[in-house]
């Protein structure tokens, strides 16, 4: 059994194929060679009459997916050119538009932690399963990077200013926020799961549900949409910071807080990507533009800076630069949406380079 294969744990049962990412110790954080193994299954399966239905899970207790190996790319920025990154993050991205069109059921277990690029390998699946114990975000304004991995197509799909609200802050929720985002589609109680699993082996996916699906814990989102709608929907992250930090709601106040210990650069070019989003229409071409965000992000210093403080040296204590969101021009964001050329990802076709209105 070869590095990647343990990594990536397949087996059929019944008409269901199964995939576990199985690399528990590091949260089944997301290598390119899991990327690969799990592609390649997904395209023998497709035409293989005898799978009906595609199940992702991740082993171990903790959750599904904690994101990308961020180690790896912090390593190869800093001491490679980058292509590494560049190669993993172009077959991520085909791998998230390759689940958002699998024409079969794709049942995705989001148990426990599923961030970053664990949303991309479940939350484009047609069938997205959280349970009490989910925690999901997108987190990366944290490490000086912006959500990926079709992240921003989803979240500038959720109701009102929610997506924004998440994006900038990264914040984690839980299985009624998430069904209220749109980023799940039933919950079911942690204790059902293997029972789920099994019955998936014989049963079609609607039936194995109405078996075990049942009521989320109450989420927070819902009781904040009057200030989160109010205040994001305000055209620069200055003027969002401002508006929270002039309400009268102190969760507002207390977001505002949190907006400004983030990447001032990556607030204003996630902000800009997700307000894009929601004109390109595809996900294929939200890709395109995320690749191209991502590969700019990888020549900054707040990416580095960002994985340094959270990851490697774990200080919590990152010096961004620049430091504020006053000093991050119109031209420095401008730049993460440039044209890559031939090296665009192209997955919307050879128009995928075309400007959006802003």
């Known amino acids: 059994?070869?590095?990647?294969?343990?990594?990536?744990?397949?087996?059929?049962?019944g008409r269901a194929a199964h995939i576990t990412l199985n690399r528990p110790k590091a949260l089944n954080a997301l290598s390119h060679e899991m990327v690969l193994r799990?592609?390649?299954?997904?395209?023998?399966?497709?035409?293989?009459?005898?799978?009906?239905?595609?199940?992702?899970?991740?082993?171990?207790?903790r959750g599904l997916c904690a994101g990308g190996d961020i180690r790896t790319i912090h390593h190869d920025a800093r001491t490679g050119d980058g292509t590494a990154s560049t190669a993993f993050?172009?077959?991520?991205?085909?791998?998230?538009?390759?689940?958002?069109?699998?024409?079969?059921?794709?049942?995705?277990?989001?148990?426990?932690?599923?961030?970053?690029?664990?949303?991309?390998?479940?939350?484009?699946g047609s069938v997205r399963i959280v349970t009490e114990r989910s925690r999901i975000a997108m987190p990366?304004?944290?490490?000086?990077?912006?959500?990926?991995?079709?992240?921003?197509?989803?979240?500038?799909?959720?109701?009102?200013?929610?997506?924004?609200?998440?994006a900038l802050t990264g914040s984690q929720i839980g299985a009624d926020d998430?069904?209220?985002?749109?980023?799940?589609?039933?919950?079911?109680?942690?204790?059902?799961?293997?029972?789920?699993?099994?019955?998936?082996?014989?049963l079609p996916v609607h039936e194995a549900l109405t078996r075990h699906v049942g009521p989320a814990p109450e989420g927070n989102l819902a009781g904040h949409r009057e200030w989160i709608d109010a205040c994001y929907a305000a055209?620069?992250?200055?003027?969002?910071?401002?508006?929270?930090?002039?309400?009268?709601?102190?969760?507002?106040?207390?977001?505002?807080?949190?907006?400004?210990?983030?990447?001032p650069t990556a607030l204003k070019v996630a902000l800009k990507a997700l307000r894009r989003a929601r004109h390109l229409g595809a996900l294929e071409r939200?890709?395109?533009?995320?690749?191209?965000?991502?590969?700019?992000?990888?020549?900054?210093?707040?990416?580095?800076?960002?994985?340094?403080?959270?990851?490697?040296?774990?200080?919590?204590?990152?010096?961004?630069?620049?430091?504020?969101?006053?000093?991050v021009t119109d031209a420095d964001v401008a730049r993460f949406?440039?044209?890559l050329g031939e090296r665009e990802l192209g997955l919307a076709g050879p128009d995928t380079a075309q400007e959006v209105a802003w």
């Open 1 to 13: 059994m070869t590095g990647a294969e343990a990594s990536v744990l397949l087996h059929r049962t």
């Open 286 to 327: 939200v890709l395109d533009q995320e690749y191209r965000v991502s590969c700019a992000a990888l020549a900054t210093h707040d990416l580095l800076e960002g994985i340094r403080a959270q990851v490697i040296d774990k200080d919590r204590d990152p010096h961004w630069d620049p430091a504020t969101l006053a000093e």
């Open 38 to 61: 799990i592609a390649e299954a997904l395209t023998e399966w497709e035409d293989d009459p005898a799978v009906d239905t595609v199940v992702i899970t991740g082993a171990g207790a």
């Open 337 to 339: 949406f440039t044209s």
């Open 178 to 202: 998430a069904l209220l985002c749109g980023l799940a589609d039933h919950c079911v109680p942690a204790d059902q799961l293997r029972r789920l699993v099994a019955d998936l082996a014989d």
């Open 140 to 166: 990366e304004t944290g490490i000086g990077f912006v959500p990926d991995v079709g992240g921003t197509y989803l979240l500038a799909l959720v109701p009102g200013e929610l997506g924004t609200h998440l």
């Open 89 to 124: 993050w172009r077959d991520e991205y085909r791998l998230n538009a390759h689940i958002a069109r699998y024409p079969k059921p794709c049942v995705a277990v989001m148990d426990g932690i599923v961030m970053g690029g664990g949303v991309g390998v479940s939350a484009h």
């Open 235 to 263: 055209d620069t992250v200055e003027e969002i910071v401002q508006r929270l930090l002039a309400h009268g709601d102190p969760a507002a106040k207390e977001t505002a807080e949190t907006l400004l210990t983030k990447s």
